[in-house]
């Protein structure tokens, strides 16, 4: 299973342009089913103030970083423009990503106001955040969007299970990317074989477990770590990768942020890629309930405005 998923991930490193730190950090890329390239590791802003997030983005692309990762109801998508301009990368070597929220789903502005904040022309990937309210209006505005170029790709986040099934039956452009939470405890194999019928790529959120010392702890990840000289947050994130996913683990530590990019020189071989394949349980972190869907459509993020 993960050497097939392997084959779909361009695994010549490229060296990245920016600022050295410490070493020559290298890049993965993964190639998406309309042909276009994303970086298999970024920076995420979730639960980032803007200042943080300006401070993260900003930092992270000095360092090589060319994903970046937000959204609407992150309200800090001024921030992460203000970031991409001030790190000195130039604008076409950065994929970025964000997400319409759904009480944007029926606005027909939504994707250009979306843009303005930003302070670009065009966005990398444009999702549709959540499966509440009219959320096939947004979709057909992701389409929309990609139609006339304001997106090269377009994707669906937490659209697992019914919603997924759902979505099948209506798009007119199969997504490139879902982001769903994934990790060691929870691969998401049922979702996977539906993915994998359209070559949609996965997007990891909670990508170290939210944190959780059990699965970081875990002895494999030490073990591992100790043969290549890395730490077992590495250890992860490199997995995420050899399973074809993109990960995008957010901090406003610099010196993480560092740690988290610093994956690509090296690979977990069949044997300890089978190791981890153990610790899937079917675990998740976070549990959404109906409830939650129904007062994510009703809420409206208090967007900046400057």
């Known amino acids: 299973m993960n050497s097939e998923r392997n084959k779909t991930t361009e695994t010549r490193p490229k060296k990245l342009t920016g600022q050295k730190v410490g070493k020559e950090m290298i890049m993965e890329y993964i190639t998406l089913n309309n042909g276009v390239k ?85 966005v990398d990937l444009l999702y549709i955040h959540q499966p509440a309210g009219n959320w096939m209006a947004g979709y057909r505005q992701l389409e929309k969007a990609y139609k006339e170029g304001k997106a090269r790709s377009i994707g669906i986040s937490n659209f697992e299970g019914e919603f997924i099934e759902e979505l099948q039956t209506k798009w007119e452009i199969v997504p490139q990317f879902i982001q769903v939470e994934a990790h060691p405890y929870f691969t998401q194999q049922e979702l996977r074989r539906t993915l994998d019928r359209y070559g949609i790529r996965l997007m ?36 995420h990768t050899q399973m074809g996913f993109a990960v995008i683990p957010g901090s406003k530590n610099v010196d993480h942020i560092k740690d988290n990019l610093d994956i690509m020189d090296f690979r977990l071989t069949e044997e300890e890629m089978a190791e981890v394949a153990k610790l899937d349980r079917g ?9 939650q869907l129904k007062a994510f459509a009703a809420w409206r993020p208090a967007f900046e405005t400057k």
């Not at 675990?283 to 409830?291: I, K, S, V, W």
């Open 38 to 122: 994303c970086p298999a590791a970024g920076i995420g802003t979730f639960m980032l103030s803007p200042a943080e997030a300006e401070n993260s983005v900003r930092e992270a692309l000095k360092m090589g970083y060319r994903l970046v990762d937000t959204a609407n109801a992150y309200v800090n998508e001024r921030a992460v423009g203000r970031g991409m301009r001030e790190s000195g990368a130039a604008r076409e070597e950065i994929f970025l990503s964000t997400k319409l929220w759904p009480s944007e789903y029926e606005n027909e502005n939504a994707v250009d106001e979306t843009l303005e904040r930003l302070g670009v022309d065009y």
């Open 204 to 239: 990891s959120w909670y990508p170290l477990g939210h944190g959780d010392k059990s699965l970081i702890n875990e002895p494999v990840f030490t073990k591992i770590g100790q043969k290549y000289g890395k730490t077992p947050a590495q250890v992860i994130l490199r997995w």
């Open 283 to 291: 675990e998740r972190y976070y549990h959404r309930t109906d409830e």
